[in-house]
């Protein structure tokens, strides 16, 4: 059986990733590869209702605390993303680990202190980052209705975003029209599957 891929989009917010996301796994259904959507933080969980209600300006959490409970939220779905990861199923995820860290970071915590309750999550196999100006994203409907969503504070973001970038990312012109976004996307996703493929064929 192979492996199905771990795909995630990163991003600032309002960057469109929830409709990049979405339009990604109707696509892959479409083609019959088995495909599930993920996303961070799962408010659903009883840890995501404590991180809704500080996101939604409901409770107050410490910067430390927070950031703890958003990685428990990562946690708690692991066993669950590995098993159908080993049953075939891709996973197109919603924000993950990097935006752990980004926005904690981007509060100054440490960047070390940040990473180290993630460290042992599945590691996603392509990363795909919705990169918008925070100037941009502003101007979206609905900004502003949470926490983060604070222009100074979202530049922060960005740049720890680009910190944590490596071979495995691909920047996305948030900017560009949904359709011609969906189209570099699937371009991207095809070469991801093409490329586990060829590292299948070379290790047999
Ligand atoms: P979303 O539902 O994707 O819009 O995310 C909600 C907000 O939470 C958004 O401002 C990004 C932020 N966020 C997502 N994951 C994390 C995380 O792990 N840590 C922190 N501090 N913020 C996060
Ligand atoms: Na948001
Ligand atoms: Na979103």
């Excluded at 083609?31 to 996303?39: P, R």
């Excluded at 973001?157 to 029209?177: E, I, P, Q, T």
């Amino acid at each position: 059986m192979t492996r199905g891929l771990f795909i995630l989009f990163e991003g600032c917010d309002r960057s469109g990733k929830t409709t990049q996301s979405t339009r990604l796994v109707q696509a892959l259904d479409d083609s019959g590869i088995k495909a599930k959507l993920l996303k961070f933080p799962d408010r659903t969980t009883a840890i995501g209702k404590m991180i809704d209600g500080y996101l939604t300006q409901k409770s107050k959490l410490s910067d430390e605390a927070i950031h703890l409970l958003f990685s428990a939220n990562r946690w708690e779905a692991m066993n669950q993303m590995r098993a159908d990861l080993e049953s075939g199923i891709t996973l197109v995820v919603d924000r993950y680990a990097f935006s752990g860290v980004a926005f904690s970071a981007a509060k100054k915590l440490d960047f070390k202190w940040c990473k180290a309750p993630d460290v042992g999550l599945l590691a996603p196999d392509r990363v795909f980052f919705m990169d918008i100006h925070p100037d941009d994203a502003a101007k979206r409907d609905g900004y502003g209705e949470e926490i983060y969503e604070k222009r100074e504070f979202q530049i922060e973001v960005r740049v720890k975003f680009f910190s944590m970038m490596d071979s495995s990312w691909s920047v996305v012109d948030a900017n560009k029209d949904a359709d011609e976004i969906h189209r570099q996307i699937m371009v991207l996703t095809k070469r991801a599957f093409k490329k586990q493929e060829e590292d299948q064929s070379s290790i047999s």
